[in-house]
């Protein structure tokens, strides 16, 4: 199976260098130069994939008084559609997994060494398998096995009698189309080696997890960090598919007129894509600079929703918001991009949600990289004294425990200041779904987002929380109606409550106002 790949990638990909232009012997081509290229391209599994084409959509900002989605719009103009698929789809990591396929997933039990979990079972993370199985549409878990191993750094990772008995397993199972090892990254030669010992496909976490994002991806953000997050799985490959062409004499051939070799002409390829990419992702980048910009002068508070995936996160800032437009789906990383809804507190102080990808376990670090750009409005928080971070747990969970931790490792790995981190809110979601559940941890907030259970103290506590960090203050102040008081009041503060008293033309206003704030109006209209 691999050795024929391995022909069909090279003879094409030999075919088509050899007609290149002069051009194409520059090591490093500037952004505009590299379309010229792209037909070189090709799949490292033998052919030009053809894949699905996902539609492109908008993370709609939800306006909600005062606030506007004119500026959330312009990002989505800011950066060219077809560019962004064209590098979404060319070239991609993990090829032939779309459609169905009947999945045997094998997790390999490591009983001691720093290859050990210590923080949870081998059960709890088959479970975590499966789900990130059935997360994918057609796709089915056949059967399962949990394997106990002394050598997980070994090509074949178990030893010879279980690996011998495991591979009868597998062939025995009727209907197998792939293999999920539970790990988080094999080695392109046990890939390889475990291949040919099974006869079908075999996936480690690391390949699975990139076609999860690879089917939920949206926007032009997530589908860029897709592709850089794909960069390291191609360019060991090639180092690895090189090496196997070096055994029959052609790896380190020069190709014709080029005066480059196959492998030299590939990672060049490779470092022109991650360059294009990562130009394209600092465009985006700045301009999604601009709009934080633009919120942090509006004076909107921003509240970070936060945890691992699956956990109700958007499911809570439905609950928060009424966003109607909000569909939260059950299943594992159905966020793959950051949004941001616009809600009120009961004081009706306007607030900015903000959803972010979930957090898992044993994430490889290249994707934990390049998703962290997605937690920016998380780091960027800790700049700002008026924003807070909201933590939700799914406590019925099993594992409710070792999530919380892999979150907050997660945090600190951001540098988010202790400041931030201490005023964080603790949410216990699905509160519901766990038999005479008992509050036992002090200064977390019992919710159950989908049956709207323990929104209101929430929504208490947030707003205590933020207008103690902005130095707001609730004022009752005396008005003239005959002034513009009144209006100017509306526009630069939050009125809670009018009282007109007609006798005297005045009125007692009730508002939520910040110390600069109250300082201009002072200045404007005296005290009150």
């Not at 103009?77 to 459609?99: C, I, M, N, R, W």
């Not at 009424?322 to 990383?333: E, I, T, V, Y």
């Amino acid at each position: 199976m691999t050795s024929l790949r391995l022909v069909n990638v090279w003879s094409t990909f030999l075919l088509r260098a050899c007609s290149r232009s002069s051009a194409a012997r520059r090591l490093l081509l500037p952004c505009t130069q590299v379309a010229a290229n792209r037909h070189l391209r090709c799949s490292f599994d033998g052919s030009i994939q053809q894949h699905r084409t996902f539609t492109l959509s908008t993370c709609t900002f939800r306006s909600s008084g005062d606030i506007t989605d004119e500026e959330e719009e312009e990002e989505e103009d800011y950066v060219d559609d077809s560019e962004v698929e064209e590098l979404f789809t060319k070239q991609v990591a993990t090829p032939g997994l779309d459609g169905q396929h009947s999945v045997f997933i094998v997790h390999p039990d490591v009983k001691w060494g720093s290859r050990k979990q210590h923080l949870t079972t081998a059960t709890l993370m088959m479970a975590e398998a499966e789900g990130l199985v059935n997360t994918l549409d057609n796709w089915r878990v056949v059967d399962k096995v949990i394997l106990s191993t002394k050598t997980p750094e070994k090509k074949r990772i178990f030893g010879k009698g279980n690996f011998q008995s495991l591979s009868e397993k597998i062939r025995q199972t009727a209907g197998v189309t792939a293999v999920f090892v539970n790990v988080e990254r094999l080695s392109p030669a046990s890939e390889r080696e475990l291949e040919e010992a099974w006869g079908v496909r075999v996936m480690d976490r690391y390949s699975v997890v990139l076609h999860i994002f690879r089917c939920n991806a949206r926007t032009k953000e997530a589908k860029l960090q897709i592709s850089l997050a794909e960069i390291p799985l191609l360019r060991s490959r090639l180092r690895n598919d090189v090496a196997n062409l070096d055994q029959q004499g052609g790896g380190n051939r020069y190709i014709s007129g080029s005066g480059e070799t196959l492998l030299e002409v590939q990672q060049r390829l490779l470092k022109e894509r991650e360059m294009k990419i990562c130009a394209v992702l600092e465009k985006l980048k700045k301009k999604r600079h601009l709009l934080r910009a633009q919120r942090k002068h509006k004076e909107f508070p921003i509240v970070s929703v936060l945890g691992y995936t699956n956990c109700g996160k958007t499911t809570l800032i439905k609950a928060l918001t009424g966003d109607s437009a909000l569909q939260p789906r059950n299943q594992l990383f159905a966020t793959l991009d950051v949004t941001v809804h616009a809600g009120r507190l009961p004081s009706r102080v306007a607030v900015l949600y903000i959803d972010t990808i979930g957090f898992l376990s044993q994430l490889p670090h290249q994707l934990i990289d390049s998703f962290s750009a997605t937690l920016e409005d998380i780091k960027h928080s800790a700049s700002s004294s008026q924003d807070l971070l909201i933590h939700v747990r799914d406590i019925s969970h099993p594992e409710t425990v070792n999530q919380k931790v892999n979150v907050l490792n997660v945090l600190k790995n951001l540098n988010i200041p202790e400041r931030l981190l201490s005023s964080m809110i603790e949410v216990h979601n699905k509160i519901d779904l766990v038999d005479n559940y008992e509050h036992s941890e002090p200064g977390a907030l019992p919710t159950s987002a989908l049956a709207e259970r323990g929104l209101d103290p929430l929504r208490r506590v947030i707003e205590e929380k933020i207008l103690s960090s902005t130095g707001k203050h609730i004022l009752d102040l005396t008005v003239s109606l005959s002034s513009a008081q009144l209006s100017w009041l509306y526009k630069e503060a939050t009125v809670q409550e009018v009282n007109v008293n007609p006798e005297d033309g005045s009125a007692v206003v009730s508002v939520i106002i910040s110390a600069a704030a109250y300082g201009r109006y002072r200045k404007l209209f005296g005290s009150s």
